[in-house]
Structures are given as C-alpha cells and as structure tokens.
C-alpha cells in the first residue's frame, strides 16, 4: 500500500495551495522573507526620524493610496506584489522604535534572535490547548513558566500562563482573586455561582498610579469600578501600608475585599509599592495581594534593581510583560499564581479537550491554564532572547535603559526652561516645557508633543503628575527601552525638544501665531 | 549640530544590543531567517507522519535534552547556537499541520505570505493602543475590520477589532451584552456598576452545541455558569426557535435575558443555528443575539455555502477566527459589532492615552475598542493573505475544504466497522470504530486515538455525539483546513485508522492482549 507520505510529494506540488510548512512553501517564504528584509532595511535607511512627518492626515493619505481597492478583490493578486506594496507602506509609516527619538510607549525594538523565533512559531501554527496541537510547544511554554515563576522567587508549587499582554494578565489576577472569595452555595465553582455567590459588596484596594487596566479587569468581571477603593499613598504615590491597615480594618461589615493590587514599576515614574510590608497587611486580613510588574518585573533580570522587588515571591499572583524589558515582540505576557491551584476556576471539563482517560495516559494541553482555547505560542522567542543574552547579557540590557534614564534626567534638570518631575526611578524620564505666564502650560506641552510628532521628529508619551501644591499637570514622558541609544544621542533629544519648544514659542509672539499646531501642514 | 540620525550609525555598529529593526539587524536576521527555514525543511522532511512516534514521553524526553538548563545561563550564549538547538527541537517534535493526517484540530497550515507579514509584524512591533506606537498599524486595522464586517453584511454603523482568539472574541460579546441590560443607578457607565447593576438575575440562552468559550465568558463576566440556560434543540443540535420564544415568555420575573448565544458551525458538526428565526425572536424580546462564527464564519467567504449564513447580518455581534478558515497563522480573532457603541463601555479615560485635545487633532489610537492596551498588529497577515488570494481564491479553499469533508464521509461509510456520525456540514467528519460487543467502544476509540498519535500516523480530535437513541458514545473527528490534502491522501488516512484498529483487536485476541495501549512503548 502507498503510504501518505510517499503519494504527498509531487501532488502538493501543483497545488494551487502551498502552506508555508512544506518544502516548496519554505521556498516561497524564502523568497517573501528577503523582500521583506529588504524592505525594511531600505524604510529604515530613507526615514529621517523616528516616524515620517506629518501627523495624522499624512499618514491616512499614505494609508488611502496603500490600501485601494477592497481586501478581497475578484481575482487573485500576485503574492509578491501585493506584499511588497503593503509592507512597504507598512514600514514606510511605522514608528521606528529602534531611532533614539522613538520613547512614546513601552514598545521595545525586540532582538533579532526574537524574530526569527516568530518566523518558527508562525510558519508550525502550534497551539497550546490540548497535546496534539502543539506536543513540544506545551513542554516549552510550561519551560518558560517554570523558569519565570523561579526567577519572581516562587516555588514549585507555582503555576502560570504566558498570554496575550498584560492587561489579560490582570484580568486573570482580579479573577483568580474574586474566585477565592467567592462561595458557591451550588456546590459548584466559583465560576458556576458568579457574583450572586458573592453575599457582599467586594471592594479592590489599589493606589492611583494602579494601571488603567486594573479599572478594566473589574469592569470585566462584573465587580464593578465603583468598588476601586483607591488607599492613601506617599508623595510619590506609593501605598502606606499602615494606612492601607486601617482602611482594611475599617470596612464595613457588608463588604468582602478582594484584592490589594500592588504596583512594581509604575507606569509614569517607575515606583515600586512597599512589597513586603503590603505582604504583611495582605496576610493579616487574608486578602489576595497582586503585584503588577508589567513593566518593573525587568528588574529581576538585573542584581542591581531586583532588591526593589523585595516581597514579590510572597504575592498570590503576579504580572510581567517581556514585550516591555525582554526585547521580544507583542505579545509576550506573563502571569504567574503562587499557588497553582488558583486557576481551577477555569478548568471546566469540555467534550473535546482533556478526557480523564487521555490525560491518564500524558495527552493534555495547557487549555486550563489561560482564558484561551487556541493559542499561540509566545514561549519560543522568550526561550531563544533569555538563553542567548544569559543573565549578565539580559541585566546590562536593563540596566542601560536605567542608565540612560538617568543620563536623560540631569540633561533636562541643566535645561531652565524644562521641569524634570523627579529622579527617575526605572527607566521613564518625566519632563515638562515651562512656557510664560500666560500661557496654558497644558495646552502647551500637549501641543508640544503633536508638534514633534507632525514634525517626525520626537514621539513622546504623555501623562499627568500630581505635585505637591496639588495641582496635576500634564507632564510628557521618556520611556527608555532601547538599550542601543547613547547618552549622546539622547542628549539631541532633548535639545530638539527644547528647539522645537522654542521655536512654537517665538512663532506665537510673531506673525505666524495663527497656524495650526497639530495635525501637520 | 549633529542630528541624531546622523549621528547613529557608527556607534550602534558596536553595540552590544543590536534590535532587529536597524540595517545590521536585519542582516543578522536574514541569516537566522535562513537557518529556520534550513530547519523547518529538514524537519520535514526527515518526518513520515504526522508527529514523530512515540508520543508524551517520547516528546517530555525530547524536550528534557533541548531545554536541558537554566532559561537565563549566567553567561551569553552565540545566539545562532542558541536558536538552531531548540528551533530543531521545537520543529522536529511540532504537529506538521501539512501533512494529510494532521486533521486533530482547528489550526489551519498558514500560507507563506501570511508568514513573511509575521516577521514584518514582530520586527517593527506597532502596537494599536495611541497613534504613536503605530500609526499606520491603526488605518490598517480599522480598514481590516470595516471590511470584514462588510462581508458579514454589517452597515457603517459597525464596529469591531481584532482579537487574541475566539475565546476573547466570545468574551467581548458576552461583555457587550452584559453591559447592555446593566442598568447604571449611580449614573456611571456599565462598568461602574457591575453586577450589582443588574437588578435581576441573569440568564444566558443557547443549546448545548455551544463552544466552551461561552461557558467561561459566561463565568468571567460575572455572571455565573449557573445562568446559562440550554434552550431545546433538534436532534442536530440547532436550537429550536419557537421553543426559544416559549422560553423567553416563560422566564421568571425576577430574571432578565442578557443574550442568545447562536452556533455558526458548531465545532463537532459544522451546524448553523437557524439565523434569520433567531433574530426575529432576539427582536421580539429585545435581546442581545451574538453569532459565534469562530468555525463557520469563514463560509462568508464562498459564495456556494454563505447562503448558510443568510440572518448573520442582524446579530448584534459575531465572531470569526480567520486563523482556522482564512490560512493565517494564530491569533486571528476577529469580533464584530453591528453597532459601533456596543463597545463604549470599554472606553474609559486614561491620564496617559488619547487625550481630549490629543483626540481633537487626530491624535488617538483604538485602545478603547479592545480588552487590550498594547496590542500586536494581525491585520497586516490578513490583508495580504486576503488580497493576494481574492475572492475566487478564498472561496476555492474553503469549498475544498467543504468537499474533502464530504468525501471523507464517503470513504468513511464505505468501511463496514466505521460509523459515521451524519453527513458533514462544513468541513468536518465524526466516525467511530465499531468494536464486538464485548468491548467497550468509548474506551476502544480513546485508545485507537491515542495510538494513531503514539504511531506518529494520524492526529484525530475526539469528542462525544448525541445519537437517536439517548447514548452520548465518543467519536473521532477529523478537521479539514488544509486545502492542498487530496482526496487520495484522505483515502489513506482513513485506511490507516482501519488498519490500526484491527490491529488492536488482533492484539487484544492474541499474546499482547496485555501491552499499554497508550504512551508509546
């Protein structure tokens, strides 16, 4: 009898369809793979700026002509051609966020190594779900996890997840959490009874600087945002543990807490939560202590910085995003549980994934373990990243970027017309342009920040920092994520900020004061 | 003064850290581009099945020796060294989801160009959440989105996004209803309020053929599993809408109907709920109707089988997955509303994305229509996988698919000790393995799956059909998404599930009656 195998070879061959997995596909890929190369080398090369100017309109100009024509034409289109035109208006207009200039997001320029990575993952499409999808990606993800779980300091009765970013992972932690103090009258799950099994009214304790997707993953869940309680917090908006005590002790009788979500690297400046002593509060009442470290989690990767993370092995749950400090590409989210028995919630048994008798025997995926069915692998990209920088690779990555945020600080501070926020803390650098009395300061900074994106010469975050005269001014933001930008290069930065500043300053005192700032000419 | 840009080049030459994004990076890259694809070619074609033999503790062994070590070794490791290892262990024990007997679950093998748009998605690492962290990103979602649900017959009043995955996909729309029957006392949005808004108790209708993800939504959201009510269905499995509209009448006063939740394809047999009777239904009692077209949305893309889909326009919202029919790698889910304002309660202010003023000049991302912040970009695989195979292109792999299905089913009914469960719907086909009376045929067919996969020589999915006389027995499924199998390669497929099984029964007969059946020997 023929076998598969020996019949498949010369048929595929003139098959209209050629999956990217087979011999001749790989060979097609080959191809698309060098154009695309050579495309963003030459996007890289022509751009003079971290972004091409002209703002908004000139890129829904760029995006009108790239995109003509319906996504699903009648006839077939030339692969080749249909791809070179797209990517290259793709790359054309992206942000560059390997250029110095590019410190908007916490986006980082992920490594080589990661990339190619993605080629393997995408090209094999395997899934995590049940074993047959992806038989050695389930070893891998559960790998990763193990590893990660050790490096936050947690022991090997830990669980986790990789998944699709941190807000996901959040939303897993308010769940894990709302599930622990939920009853279940049915003798079912938490998950069987909902809220109803609830009885009280739940309350979320969090400080101001928590990430807006905390406010989310209470929505989500149908708690509610009304039941945020936000505690007092110091001057740099950090939880005083004391005063989170009382609070706790003071809640009405009618309510159930839920969680104290902690920050580990705020967003804006980059503080740390006082962890251990928000561990002690956390057991005394036994609530469910999170710690967001989406973004400061990278500083278990540095001896230097850990020390701030003091505390985090002794959290129920935590949050880190290796697309932040990890150099990988979106997504690479990470959500780790101390105990792994907080996911049983979402272990329901299904008709089509895990039977008990093939799990008996070693076939059973990772299905119960995320929010996910489907799922792609991220652990690929993280595996081949950490083991090729190694330790002493992966913390002088980290520390650079805390370098070069100090670096960028004292450049602001020697600037008069600048306000430097505070020393940085992690890697984020707050500044604002101080304009005269009479003008709007917010008004300013925000059309400050259009301008140098217009421009294409800048892209900045932008926030608002609370003082202590009380008032909370928009303030715009360095986040530093790419450990190949110099001092130097960060030093023209910042001039270019304040050249650009007073360049819309002298235009508003002379005869151009009417032009538009934003939006590009 | 000395640009930045003018400045770069010579310096980031000898950094340590180079991103993947600069001109020596992409040169790195291309190498390590060539040598995954040098790898992918030897994996497969040294590999003659589906998986290699041996199955959980041939693969737990394997990845034992690639993943032997820490994540983070102290020192750096030559990333090549690093990336051809475990990129050759991941590849060699992968599910090859080209090969004909690789029909165990809905991944799809992707086509080449969708791959080559992945290494242009991860290098440049847009994300969607701000203009700045990916300008040309977002026009390109947004077009994606308005013409996907222009396919699904939506208005320009929809709205929509890509998601990580149908499970999220799911969720959304679970969300979204949620949320629309939520009354808000304290003035706020649905989200302020959470459950406690709710009033009454919740109830969620669908028929038992709906996909788990909407049992977990359910129960993410708060609302509680207990509340899914399972409406009557006809022997197919496809709810009944006069019997819907009885259960609606008949609902408790102190309950209110949050959603119908509608089956486009179930997973199992490819069913459509009848649409346009459920919508009159939704209608007559105002309440939420979501499609989950995970499965089967991708009949919209042939014109022989969208007539199947005739109502899908007048749902509230639906979901499709275009990495199951539509050849791109996973994640690519896609969620669609047909009203644009379903989403609002996603759109809370932040002091850090999309500012007022900020908004005004075009300056804004689409945070607010997703349950993520930063967010990787899957509309560029989309589009040029769409584009590059138009209409006709894409309407000839789904009806491939759809016609492999219905002969398989053939081949199927022509063994006598086959069952088949019905005649495929869409692209699908459940059999089961007939043994004597004096086995137990659940048993028998979980260990005939478990030994195609430890043979290496087929992956099936398995799941369990209600039959005509009140029995639930285990079927194996085969899923066809792979448009370049053959009917041939089919026929041998099915011959090798035949095989295997009398083998089995000749082995339960003889000496080896007492050898596992499982784990690989």
Known sequence: MTTVDEQRTDEQRTAVFRPAGTPEGLEDLRTLVNTAIDTLRDAHLV???????????????????????????????????????????????????????????????????????????????????????????????????????????????????LTAGGSLSNLMAVLAARDSVVTTPSGGTPFADGLAGLGRRP??????????????????????????????????????????DRVLAELPADTVPVAIIACAGSTDEGWVDPLPELVAVARKYGVWLHVDAAYGGGMLLSPRLRGRLEGIADADSITMDLHKFGWTPASTGVFLVRDAHSLDALSQQTTTLNADDDKAAGYYGLYADSVQATRRVDALKVAVTLRSHGRDGMAELVDRCHELAGHAAGRVAAEPRLQLAAAPALSTVLLRWLPGTDTDADAFNGALRRRLMSDGTALLARTRVPREDGTNPVFLKLMLLNPATTPEQLDLVVAGIVATAEAMEAAQDGPAAAAPDHGGA
Do not use: K
């Not at 890129?59 to 009108?64: K, L, Q, S, T």
């Not at 009648?74 to 080749?80: I, K």
């Not at 070179?84 to 190594?113: F, G, K």
């Open 203 to 244: 309350v979320i304790l969090c400080s101001d600087a928590t990430h807006f997707s905390i406010g989310r993953a209470v929505g989500i869940t149908g708690i509610g945002e009304d039941a945020i309680l936000r505690a007092p917090a110091d001057p740099t908006g950090r939880l005083i543990p004391d005063e989170l």
């Open 47 to 161: 751009r003079r700026g971290p972004v091409l100017p002209g703002g908004p309109p000139a890129v829904a100009e760029a995006a009108r002509r790239a995109l003509e024509g319906p996504l699903l034409p009648e006839r077939p289109q030339a692969p080749d051609e249909v791809f070179r035109e797209l990517i290259a208006a793709y790359a054309n207009w992206a942000v560059d966020l390997t250029h110095p200039a590019a410190v908007a997001r916490m986006q980082c320029p992920p490594t080589s190594v990661a990339i190619a990575a993605e080629l393997v993952t995408a090209t094999l499409n395997q899934s995590l779900h049940a074993w047959e999808s992806g038989p050695f990606a389930l070893e891998l993800e559960r790998y990763v996890v193990r590893e990660l779980a050790e490096l936050a300091g947690y022991g090997t009765d830990s669980g986790g997840t």
